[in-house]
């Protein structure tokens, strides 16, 4: 039977491609298309000269791990290896279950001509197999995904915020809030919402005290409203259909979660009630705050 390296190549890096996009689907990662051929591409030289070269079974399996991680790097850009390790996790997932699927569509096609030579499927059948088999993963990892992404979405995520102000800090239970959308109309900024009394040294008391004064613009007299620089922003929730929010701008903002973001273009919207009848959380933010504009990320 004669064996073609270029159809194995382009197999390959068919294959890699569409597993490298999923991967990056689930791990809601952005990446770009001239990355994830460059990888694929490095993945279907190495299918090649696996074939070509004949290892043990110990370190076949070791390049196969330490290729998987160079794919990712160049995929994904620079991580950290945290980051890197969970691509790979979610590399190997996509990857099994795209194998999964060939084999079920090689057991269903029943391909007279084909046989296995050094872990690679030849014959007459293989590239469409492969290339049905990553569309058909790629469907169906990009469903799953929709189904999970949904189901987290409709759970309370609780996260840390840290309010920075004037040499001053105050750590606060957090919402993390899929339908909080609210941002200053002028500048577009992102506002945290927070409760009045998680304010409590940071803002000083006698500006807390008399919020609905200052939103209703009867201004007390006290130089700290204009150290403030207050801001006032619409909204329509939070019980109220055509309320006004006061807002001020923190030096800067920390979220603790699955990772570290810190932000120093966020307001502050200050909520004159109770955000959870619990007290499970004090503050809202919404995920625009985690998606855009990070100053910096430390994992």
Same mark, same amino acid.
């Given at each position: !039977? ?25 791990? #809601? ?5 001239? +990355?994830?051929?460059?990888?694929? !591409?490095? &993945? ?7 074939? /070509? ?11 196969? /791990?330490?290729?998987?991680?160079? !794919? ?9 290896? +945290?980051?890197?390790? +969970? ?16 084999? !079920?569509?090689?057991? $269903?096609?029943?391909? #007279? ?7 690679? $499927? ?8 492969? *290339?049905?088999? &990553? ?10 995904? #929709? ?22 800090? +105050? ?19 992102? *506002? ?22 200052? *939103? ?14 207050? #801001? %006032?922003?619409?909204?329509?929730? %939070? ?15 920390? /979220? ?11 307001? /502050? ?25 990070? *100053?910096?990320?430390?994992?």
């Amino acid at each position: !039977m004669t064996i073609y390296i270029d159809v194995i190549f382009f197999e390959n890096v068919i294959l890699n491609y569409i597993i490298i996009l999923s991967t990056a689907i689930i791990s #809601k990662s952005k990446i770009k298309t001239s +990355r994830i051929i460059i990888s694929s !591409m490095i &993945g279907g030289i190495f299918a090649i000269l696996n074939y /070509i070269v004949s290892l043990n079974l110990f370190f076949n399996v070791i390049i196969k /791990i330490v290729i998987s991680f160079i !794919m990712i790097m160049i995929a994904f850009g620079k991580y950290s290896i +945290r980051k890197v390790i +969970r691509e790979v996790i979610f590399f190997y997932l996509v990857t099994f279950t795209f194998g999964g699927i060939a084999f !079920m569509l090689l057991f $269903f096609i029943n391909p #007279k001509n084909i046989v296995v030579v050094k872990n690679h $499927f030849v014959g007459t059948y293989p590239l469409k197999v492969a *290339v049905l088999a &990553g569309c058909l993963g790629f469907i169906t990892i990009f469903v799953v995904s #929709k189904i999970i992404k949904n189901r987290i979405n409709k759970k309370i995520t609780i996260c840390e915020l840290e309010i920075f102000y004037g040499g001053k800090s +105050r750590k606060l239970k957090t919402l993390l809030d899929t339908g909080n959308l609210l941002k200053e109309p002028i500048s577009n900024a992102d *506002v945290a919402i927070v409760e009045k009394d998680s304010l409590d040294g940071i803002v000083s008391n006698e500006l807390l005290k008399n919020i609905k004064y200052i *939103v209703g613009g009867k201004w007390i007299e006290s130089k700290d409203v204009h150290n403030y620089k207050f #801001k %006032l922003i619409p909204f329509s929730s %939070l019980g109220n259909d055509n309320g006004l929010l006061i807002a001020f701008k923190p030096d800067y903002i920390k /979220i603790y979660g699955e990772e570290e973001y810190v932000r120093d273009d966020v307001l /502050i919207g200050i909520y004159d009630g109770k955000l959870s009848k619990s007290n499970m959380y004090t503050s809202l933010i919404g995920l625009d705050i985690l998606q855009s504009k990070k *100053v910096k990320q430390v994992i």
